[in-house]
């Protein structure tokens, strides 16, 4: 496993991992790829400037990202092809990542389906759109209520078993979920909402080290209070750095198991955001962040 270390100003030193292996095969660098923003407004539809959005997954590879998250739903359909458009025939080493288990109604509306039916039209779906015979990361977007969980889990497993997707993930569930759903499959990644001052999920994330899952933020800066925000604008100034910038490389350091998929449709907001893979955050820094939580 890679290592990152840079010697502080005031002598100590600022270790994080720059790698993590996905379930014992799949070794990404830690500093990843969302590609929900590559969509229209309210993730619905193309994409503004889709030139542009084409620049930024090219851009992705060269800066040396290879994972990269996306689902059906981001457009729908819209993140995925242009994710084959821009980078098939792919790099050896890329980890794609999908989801299944939603549906789009329109411009910001996400209804949960999770029934089997459903999740083997999407998955077919995102294999021909992805132009993969197996897809490395296929993630349940949510539990659905409305479904026995059984039934889903032994979908999840049946695919598997006929070689449709190599690993599984799942996204927005509980300890008791994940705990749950390991009676069926092996979960390699968790995919909740999490950041600097939003830990409601915190518990969840320690499963995951102790487990050797990467657990994968979404909504990596929350917005929190004014106190918080304070604080981060002042770290920040320090470092040179944006909030944003400051709020990544905190989770870089925060736990080693996690995997960052900030996402843009700009290739310089994207560059923006690998920088912020190189902020040394010292021990000073990490007490007062860690004290937003």
């Not at 800066?63 to 821009?86: C, K, M, Q, R, W």
């Not at 996400?110 to 779906?125: T, Y």
């Not at 070689?163 to 599984?168: F, T």
Request: charged share 25%; hydrophobic share 35%.
């Amino acid at each position: 496993m890679k290592t990152k270390s840079e010697k502080m100003k005031n002598g100590t030193t600022s270790t994080f991992t720059e790698t993590f292996t996905l379930g014992g095969d799949l070794t990404v660098n830690r500093m990843g790829y969302g590609a929900m923003r590559i969509t229209g407004e309210g993730i619905w539809g193309p994409p503004k400037d889709r030139e542009e959005c084409i620049r930024v997954l090219k851009r992705t590879v060269e800066l040396g990202i290879n994972f990269i998250d996306t689902a059906d739903s981001y457009g729908p359909h819209v993140s995925e092809e242009l994710i084959a458009e821009a980078l098939y025939p792919y790099p050896e080493n890329l980890v794609i990542a999908t989801k299944g288990g939603l549906l789009r109604t329109g411009p910001n509306q996400w209804p949960v389906n999770a029934h089997p039916d459903h999740l083997r039209e999407a998955l077919e779906g995102s294999l021909k759109r992805l132009k993969l015979d197996q897809i490395p990361l296929y993630q349940l977007h949510r539990v659905d209520t409305k479904v026995p969980f059984e039934e889903i889990f032994t979908f999840l497993q049946k695919i598997q078993e006929e070689g449709l997707v190599k690993h599984i993930g799942l996204s927005e569930v509980s300890v008791e979920q994940i705990k749950r759903a390991q009676e069926y499959i092996e979960v390699v990644s968790v995919q909740n909402m999490y950041s600097v001052d939003n830990r409601k999920w915190e518990e969840e994330l320690k499963y995951c080290e102790q487990n050797n899952m990467a657990f994968i933020p979404w909504y990596p800066l929350g917005g929190g209070n004014v106190e918080a925000m304070n604080k981060l604008e002042r770290i920040a100034q320090k470092h040179g750095a944006t909030v944003h910038q400051l709020a990544l490389s905190w989770l870089l350091h925060h736990s080693p198991n996690i995997l960052l998929i900030p996402g843009t449709s700009k290739v310089k907001h994207l560059e923006e955001n690998v920088k912020a893979a190189s902020i040394a955050l010292d021990q000073e820094d990490l007490d007062e962040l860690n004290g937003l939580g």
